[in-house]
């Protein structure tokens, strides 16, 4: 065999792992990368069915958590993809393959449905925020969503997106003010960490499973992150998506929708709600500038200018006024947008 033909250590590892579990003649198609270290391959099987290999090199990324995540969810008949063989030590899993229907996907043909996709995925978070057997530690020990991990996220914008526009010893003068103003709206708000919290819920990692019935229709994917904490984040997650614009219209009637679904309080969800939704973009724009900047991924850049908008409506309530000023005060306009990467620049790292 030609030696620049033949397979990496990792390929010759996942040979192995299809071989044992699958039969004969599985033929392997790997599916695009996202922002992790994952990747997918789509397993096809000869009698026509297929599965999916999660890859996830443990020197990179750590199994324990979608394995247990996953098992909880499936077990409480959520639509989590089943496990159907592991090797934690080696990261890789076979998955039950959920297809390729995404939202996203399916709205890019048929956006006459986003209503009905976008209603049942609020009906399912009300239906899983009122679900006890969901929140169990003792069955599924989650990371609390409390102050100390939203200001460890809150940091990831001043670790990676200050330092590109205004320069480090710039942005080592303005981080501390920055923190401070997070510290005090988040310590002054008393938010949730009572719900289980998807952390990614959006269209591009939820699925539309049509031989299922009600919430189960809708599949979940990229779980592993999940914690503890306010039933507003996955809201936020999903109406201000990074990755697709939603009609403010739909958006508000489908904040409604849960409100009376879930029995809450209005004003204060809304609240929580515009909170963690400025928490989230902020965390956002420190990613994606950190996934341009440390990882070479620049098209996560142009996302920034819907970010941007989202965080500039997020601040507009009473309570984040204070975030908005600081915000108009150092970040130019010219700024709230694609930005040019100064590559190797050192980060403040604030959140280490």
Same mark, same amino acid.
């Given at each position: 065999?030609?030696?620049?033909?033949?397979?990496?250590?990792?390929?010759?590892?996942?040979?192995?792992?299809?071989?044992?579990?699958?039969?004969?003649?599985?033929?392997? %198609?790997?599916?695009?990368?996202?922002?992790?270290?994952?990747?997918?391959?789509?397993?096809?099987?000869?009698?026509?069915?297929? *599965?999916?290999?999660?890859?996830?090199?443990? =020197?990179?990324?750590?199994?324990? %958590? @979608? &394995?247990?995540?996953?098992?909880? &969810?499936?077990?409480?008949? @959520?639509?989590?993809?089943?496990?159907?063989?592991?090797?934690?030590?080696?990261?890789?899993?076979?998955? =039950?393959? *959920?297809?390729?229907?995404?939202?996203?996907? *399916?709205?890019?043909?048929?956006?006459?449905? $986003? =209503?009905?996709?976008?209603?049942?995925?609020? /009906?399912?978070?009300?239906?899983?925020?009122?679900?006890?057997?969901?929140?169990?530690?003792?069955?599924?020990?989650?990371?609390?969503?409390?102050?100390?991990?939203?200001?460890? =996220?809150?940091?990831?914008?001043?670790?990676?997106?200050?330092?590109?526009?205004?320069?480090?010893?710039?942005?080592?003068?303005?981080?501390?003010?920055?923190?401070?103003?997070?510290? %005090?709206?988040?310590?002054?708000?008393? &938010?949730?960490?009572?719900?289980?919290?998807?952390?990614?819920?959006?269209? /591009?990692?939820?699925?539309?499973?049509?031989?299922?019935?009600?919430?189960?229709?809708?599949?979940?994917? /990229?779980?592993?992150?999940?914690?503890?904490?306010?039933?507003?984040?996955?809201?936020?997650?999903?109406?201000?998506?990074?990755?697709?614009?939603?009609?403010?219209?739909?958006?508000?009637?489908?904040?409604?929708?849960?409100?009376?679904?879930? #029995?809450?309080?209005?004003?204060?969800?809304?609240?929580?709600?515009?909170?963690?939704?400025?928490?989230?973009?902020?965390?956002?724009?420190?990613?994606?500038?950190?996934?341009?900047?440390?990882?070479?991924?620049?098209?996560? *850049?142009? @996302?920034?200018?819907?970010?941007?908008?989202?965080? $500039?409506?997020?601040?507009?309530?009473?309570?984040?006024?204070?975030?908005?000023?600081?915000?108009?005060?150092?970040?130019?306009?010219?700024?709230?947008?694609?930005?040019?990467?100064?590559?190797?620049?050192?980060?403040?790292?604030? #959140?280490?």
């Amino acid at each position: 065999m030609n030696p620049m033909n033949a397979p990496t250590p990792r390929q010759r590892q996942i040979q192995q792992f299809v071989a044992s579990h699958c039969p004969a003649g599985a033929q392997l %198609s790997p599916l695009m990368g996202d922002a992790s270290f994952r990747r997918y391959i789509r397993i096809h099987l000869p009698d026509g069915g297929s *599965l999916m290999l999660m890859d996830a090199p443990p =020197e990179k990324e750590n199994v324990a %958590s @979608y &394995l247990a995540v996953a098992r909880h &969810l499936h077990k409480q008949g @959520y639509s989590a993809p089943a496990i159907m063989a592991q090797d934690e030590a080696e990261g890789l899993l076979l998955l =039950e393959d *959920l297809g390729d229907d995404t939202f996203t996907r *399916l709205l890019k043909d048929a956006p006459a449905r $986003e =209503e009905t996709f976008y209603a049942a995925a609020i /009906d399912m978070l009300a239906q899983w925020h009122g679900d006890k057997k969901l929140v169990d530690a003792s069955a599924l020990p989650l990371p609390l969503y409390d102050t100390a991990l939203l200001m460890k =996220e809150a940091a990831l914008f001043a670790d990676w997106y200050l330092p590109q526009i205004v320069g480090v010893a710039r942005a080592a003068q303005l981080a501390p003010e920055y923190l401070e103003l997070w510290r %005090s709206l988040l310590n002054g708000h008393g &938010l949730g960490v009572s719900c289980f919290v998807h952390r990614d819920y959006h269209a /591009d990692n939820l699925m539309w499973l049509v031989p299922r019935q009600d919430t189960a229709r809708v599949g979940l994917l /990229d779980f592993q992150d999940a914690v503890y904490g306010d039933a507003a984040y996955d809201l936020a997650s999903l109406l201000e998506d990074a990755r697709r614009d939603i009609a403010p219209a739909l958006a508000q009637a489908m904040i409604e929708r849960y409100v009376q679904a879930a #029995s809450i309080p209005r004003e204060e969800f809304l609240r929580a709600y515009a909170l963690l939704a400025a928490q989230r973009n902020s965390k956002i724009i420190g990613i994606f500038t950190r996934l341009a900047a440390r990882d070479e991924k620049h098209h996560y *850049l142009h @996302y920034l200018p819907r970010v941007w908008r989202h965080l $500039e409506h997020d601040v507009t309530h009473p309570m984040l006024l204070p975030l908005k000023a600081w915000l108009d005060k150092h970040i130019a306009a010219q700024h709230r947008g694609v930005i040019a990467i100064t590559h190797g620049a050192d980060t403040l790292m604030l #959140s280490a």
